[in-house]
């Protein structure tokens, strides 16, 4: 009796079967970078640091360079500088931060007493008894997880030794890249086969093209954000206008994040300062922050040197925030502008092809197009 021959194996099924296991090396491969990158994080956020800094201070070591002078020198004289204006800013930032810190203390105990009399009123119409029964449970609740807040108190110790760590760490680093970047890209580059090194170093050259741009587009970009909440502040009369001020023009180097966050604090501030109205104006300002940075000022200033989609910026910052915290909140975003660079020096190029063609033709190729165009 002749055997029955099997059905044939649908051909979606075949190519679902054959992108199901190449997504699940794929995901596999990332899950051990996570691990990975969760055990050795102490090296490669410096390290990463380092890089965002290099694009600021090797500039004007470089023109130090250019001039003849040592290496070292020149790399020492751009440290001692940035370190004077840091301590310039502190010195003039820090006193007036403190001064004002007495007097919000003063009008957040009658903001606070401002904001329980408006509870009362139109439109929540709430009881006093009520609102010291809330107060009441709230303090009940912090009492009850003194534990809890000890134990943070306990992470927060070891939190402030590893940034104390990576910051020491960083400035190392960043002091050998600028006094030695140009050896230590061509040793980088000689790790790979000869026939190889060109497209390193384009590779190379378009990655630290756009972490550069995005670096100083989000710099410019805070700067304004900053400018216009510290004067909308100054000008309503809000406390501490300058921290906030500048903890917007922090805020500009998390995406979409960042400014939302720093516009809510500041309205709370001034909610409890000055009153609704205020809060209101706040808000406002920062909405239109907002606006500037996503419509008018970031895509001027960014250019084409970083161009994402919001929501691609938006799962940056997401697995960024999972695998380190609010320091990988801060690196997703240029990581993920260095490697779209390197697709895109792929996409633009096949490097094989153009080797093919100079040989063919004993002509040298025509240089590859900037990530910028």
Same mark, same amino acid.
């Given at each position: 009796?002749?055997?029955?021959?099997?059905?044939?194996? *649908?051909?979606?099924?075949?190519?679902?079967?054959?992108?199901?296991?190449?997504?699940?090396?794929?995901?596999?491969?990332?899950?051990?970078? @996570?691990?990975?990158? %969760? =055990?050795?994080?102490?090296?490669?956020?410096?390290?990463? @640091?380092?890089? @965002?800094?290099?694009?600021?201070?090797?500039? *004007?070591?470089?023109?130090?360079?250019?001039?003849?002078? *040592?290496?070292?020198?020149?790399? /020492?004289?751009?440290?001692?500088? #940035?370190?004077?204006?840091? #301590?310039?800013?502190? @010195?003039?930032? +820090?006193?007036?931060?403190?001064?004002?810190?007495?007097?919000?203390?003063?009008?957040?105990?009658?903001?606070?007493?401002?904001?329980?009399?408006?509870?009362? !009123?139109?439109?929540? !119409?709430?009881?006093?008894?009520?609102?010291?029964?809330?107060?009441?449970? #709230?303090?009940?609740? +912090?009492?009850?997880?003194?534990?809890?807040?000890?134990?943070?108190?306990?992470?927060?110790?070891?939190?402030?030794?590893?940034?104390?760590?990576?910051?020491?760490?960083?400035?190392?680093?960043?002091?050998?890249? +600028?006094?030695?970047?140009?050896?230590?890209? =061509?040793?980088?580059?000689?790790?790979?086969?000869?026939?190889?090194?060109?497209?390193?170093?384009?590779?190379?050259?378009?990655?630290?093209?756009?972490?550069? %741009?995005?670096?100083?587009?989000?710099?410019?970009?805070?700067?304004?954000?900053?400018?216009?909440?510290?004067?909308?502040?100054?000008?309503?009369?809000?406390?501490?206008?300058?921290?906030?001020? /500048?903890?917007?023009?922090?805020?500009?180097?998390?995406?979409?994040?960042?400014?939302?966050?720093?516009?809510?604090?500041?309205?709370?501030?001034?909610?409890?300062?000055?009153?609704?109205?205020?809060?209101?104006?706040?808000?406002?300002?920062?909405?239109?922050?907002?606006?500037?940075?996503?419509?008018?000022?970031?895509?001027?200033?960014?250019?084409?040197?970083?161009?994402?989609?919001?929501?691609?910026?938006?799962?940056?910052?997401?697995?960024?925030?999972?695998?380190?915290?609010?320091?990988?909140?801060?690196?997703?975003?240029?990581?993920?502008?260095?490697?779209?660079?390197?697709?895109?020096?792929?996409?633009?190029?096949?490097?094989?092809?153009?080797?093919?063609?100079?040989?063919?033709?004993?002509? =040298? *190729?025509?240089?590859?197009?900037?990530?910028?165009?």
């Amino acid at each position: 009796m002749a055997q029955r021959s099997s059905p044939e194996v *649908p051909r979606w099924l075949n190519t679902a079967a054959a992108v199901g296991w190449r997504l699940l090396i794929v995901g596999a491969g990332l899950y051990v970078v @996570f691990l990975a990158f %969760g =055990k050795l994080r102490l090296i490669i956020m410096p390290v990463l @640091f380092a890089m @965002f800094l290099t694009t600021v201070l090797a500039p *004007p070591a470089n023109w130090l360079k250019k001039r003849r002078w *040592p290496a070292a020198l020149a790399t /020492f004289a751009v440290f001692l500088l #940035a370190a004077c204006v840091l #301590a310039g800013l502190g @010195f003039w930032f +820090v006193p007036k931060v403190v001064d004002q810190f007495g007097s919000v203390g003063k009008q957040a105990n009658q903001g606070f007493k401002d904001v329980q009399r408006w509870l009362t !009123h139109a439109p929540f !119409h709430l009881k006093q008894a009520d609102i010291d029964r809330y107060i009441n449970e #709230a303090k009940n609740q +912090v009492n009850q997880r003194q534990g809890a807040i000890a134990q943070g108190a306990l992470t927060g110790v070891g939190l402030l030794v590893e940034v104390i760590t990576t910051t020491l760490l960083t400035l190392v680093i960043t002091f050998f890249f +600028v006094k030695d970047g140009e050896q230590i890209s =061509k040793w980088m580059v000689g790790l790979f086969a000869p026939e190889r090194s060109d497209e390193v170093k384009e590779i190379g050259r378009r990655s630290w093209e756009a972490l550069g %741009g995005y670096i100083r587009g989000t710099a410019i970009n805070g700067v304004v954000n900053g400018t216009v909440m510290g004067i909308t502040l100054a000008v309503i009369g809000v406390p501490l206008a300058l921290p906030l001020a /500048f903890l917007t023009f922090l805020g500009a180097f998390v995406p979409l994040v960042g400014a939302i966050v720093t516009g809510v604090l500041a309205a709370l501030i001034a909610l409890v300062a000055n009153g609704g109205v205020a809060a209101l104006v706040v808000i406002g300002a920062t909405i239109l922050v907002h606006n500037l940075e996503g419509y008018i000022v970031g895509p001027f200033v960014l250019g084409r040197a970083v161009h994402l989609h919001p929501v691609a910026i938006l799962l940056a910052l997401t697995t960024g925030t999972i695998v380190a915290g609010i320091l990988g909140a801060i690196l997703a975003v240029p990581v993920l502008s260095i490697a779209l660079a390197i697709i895109g020096y792929y996409r633009s190029e096949d490097p094989e092809a153009v080797a093919a063609a100079a040989d063919d033709t004993g002509e =040298k *190729p025509e240089p590859l197009r900037t990530a910028a165009g």
